[in-house]
């Protein structure tokens, strides 16, 4: 079965999404590389344009060959030549279930979670409701027009996009005038409104292996440059610190490994999942999961990885070998 690895996409993580392409062909010299562009035409592309793509977190990459076609068109050629895709893509289409419908209904084999938990876990309000079936601690949320009275009961609260990732579109709302820009941010997507959580920010990964077993890896302690987590504190602020295994109490590890795992099992997850946290002075509690977690040099689950003594190339072997199994059944 031919492996390609596809990347880009149509999301505000595109960018991302090629920094990860670059340490997958690394892992997997052999595989092909197919470019989802953001006019959903998707194209191969040599693995010397991809590497020569210097600045991939803040330029668009763009490429030189002849498109294959759509991306309807290319899932099409997948299946008609058996190949595998390695999805090295992040947010949108390619990790809220669309995609993982599209080649699950061409039997073509892909990494990841399939197309119901996918979309499960992409839609925060719907992700919380599940981990909380699961026995996972999760903040209320608060709607948009009791967004104000809510901060006065709070005192400071946080908005994002109910679908969306990397911390895009992020607002911390600590004055009601800081309510005008999630008002006009929430006429072109919906948004997600919590309490603010005053505590360590943390992440978990969770491996599935060869034989079914779920293995938390060690959660990552977060300490994001100018206090936030944004897109540019993950990805180009220098100051991020980004601390593996966490400075946390063995039985605080423990909660969060276990509410990782938790996660993961409720929504159905396949292979790998990422779920973040805030550790509270009370203890963790759960934000998200991401079901294509970055995987970039400076991604938090190869760090992870790292830490637990996984080599990033036997972590993928063994992801290209779950999709081939999960293609049979």
């Known amino acids: ?35 989802w562009d953001a006019d959903d035409r998707v194209y191969a592309v040599t693995p010397q344009a991809l590497l020569a793509h210097t600045r991939p977190f803040e330029e668009a990459f763009q490429p030189t060959a002849p498109a ?35 080649c699950e209904m061409r039997a073509v084999p892909f990494t990841g979670s399939g197309a119901a938990a996918s979309h499960l876990a992409f839609d925060k309000v719907a992700a919380k409701r599940f981990a909380a079936i699961a026995g996972v601690r999760a903040p209320s949320s608060v709607t948009l027009a009791e967004a104000e009275t809510a901060l006065e009961a ?59 077993a779920l293995l938390a890896l060690p959660p990552i302690e977060i300490v994001p440059a100018d206090g936030g987590f944004d897109y540019t504190a993950k990805y180009l602020a220098k100051s991020t610190q980004e601390i593996c295994p966490g400075r946390f ?21 396949r292979g790998y999942s990422r779920s973040d946290f805030i550790v509270a002075a009370d203890g963790p509690i759960f934000l998200e999961t991401n079901t294509l977690p ?23 072997h063994g992801q290209i070998a779950l999709a081939e199994r999960a293609v049979r059944r």
């Open 294 to 316: 970055g995987l970039t040099k400076a991604s938090l689950y190869p760090k992870a990885l790292a830490a637990q003594g996984i080599a990033f190339t036997d972590f993928m």
């Open 249 to 269: 109490a063995p039985e605080v590890s423990a909660v969060i490994m276990d509410y990782a795992v938790k996660a993961h099992r409720v929504m159905g997850c």
């Open 68 to 102: 294959l076609g759509t991306l309807v068109e290319a899932l099409d050629r997948a299946a008609a030549e058996q190949r595998l895709l390695v999805l090295g893509l992040h947010g949108g289409v390619a990790e809220n279930g669309e995609l993982q419908a599209m």
């Open 1 to 35: 079965m031919r492996q390609t690895i596809l990347f880009g996409g149509t999301s505000k993580e595109r960018l991302v999404s090629v920094a990860s392409a670059q340490a997958l062909h690394t892992a997997l010299p052999d595989a092909d590389l197919w470019f």
């Open 154 to 212: 709070h005192g400071r609260l946080i908005a994002k996009p109910t679908r969306d990732g990397s911390s895009y579109g992020l607002f911390f709302i600590n004055a009601r005038q800081d309510l005008v820009a999630v008002r006009d941010a929430a006429r072109t997507e919906d948004y997600l409104i919590e309490p603010f959580v005053s505590g360590i920010e943390a992440t978990c990964g969770v491996l599935e292996q060869a034989d079914g």
